[in-house]
């Protein structure tokens, strides 16, 4: 059998955590595929060059797991606002208040509007239990590229489990759709409006890039509210 890890910090630890109950239980026929992903080093990638992008809003799942100190460097070393943000409407306005007070006062820093659920430092025991199971590797991002150390794979002591290791698999390249325009869109240097499928032969039932593959995207959700007033 084998576990197809994907997702970020946030699913990261469940991984984690099978692999430690898989071990206490003996449990043999098990391995994983990590495609597990982490956010610092994608953002840094995003956003460290040219980009429309003028605050952040932090995801409050992700920085349940890493702590909200883990996105210091948005305001440090990009020199934006970021806000922690959760998911109720209160939270979210909460936290893009907190990013409009400091655009208009020109002062970027860092605001945990989430700490019903946010701590500075994150979970602990999440963390050390990913720690002693994978270590950062380089990634694949579709309409981004290769990102030096954004992934996460399993350590080599644990090669037993790893499902690359054990079966050597084949990775077949899809070459991206040359105009779909997501890693504009990603980058914030242009709307998705502005990419010439949006809406036409791209759509949320047929999508051509990732960005309007799931209801989390860009292209799917400007798709979804363009015009609604949201
Ligand atoms: S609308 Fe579709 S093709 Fe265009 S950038 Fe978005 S996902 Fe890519």
């Known amino acids: 059998m084998v576990w197809y890890g994907v997702g970020f910090e946030t699913t990261t630890p469940h991984t984690a955590a099978l692999l430690e109950r898989a071990t206490r239980l003996g449990v043999k026929n098990l391995s994983v595929y990590s495609a597990h992903k982490t956010m610092p080093n994608a953002l840094l990638a995003l956003l460290g060059g040219e980009t429309r992008v003028g605050a952040l809003l932090c995801p409050g799942h992700v920085s349940a797991m890493i702590g909200a100190e883990a996105f210091r460097f948005v305001p440090e070393t990009l020199h934006l606002p970021a806000a922690v943000s959760g998911f109720e409407p209160e939270e979210l306005l909460l936290a893009m208040l907190a990013l409009v007070q400091m655009l208009k006062n020109g002062e970027p820093g860092l605001v945990n509007a989430y700490p019903r659920v946010v701590h500075s430092q994150g979970n602990a025991a999440a963390q050390a239990l990913v720690d002693e199971w994978f270590t950062p590797c380089d990634a694949l991002w579709r309409g981004l590229g290769e990102i030096p150390k954004s992934g996460l794979t399993l350590r080599p002591e644990h090669a037993f489990w790893d499902a690359v290791s054990r079966f ?38 047929h999508p051509l890039g990732a960005c309007m593959v799931s209801s989390e995207g860009a292209c799917a959700a400007y798709y979804q509210y363009e015009g609604s007033g949201l």
């Open 168 to 205: 050597s698999p084949q990775a077949r390249t899809i070459p991206s759709r040359s105009a779909c325009r997501c890693g504009d869109v990603l980058h914030g240097r242009i709307e998705p409006t502005e990419c010439p499928l949006f809406g036409k032969t791209c759509l949320p039932e």
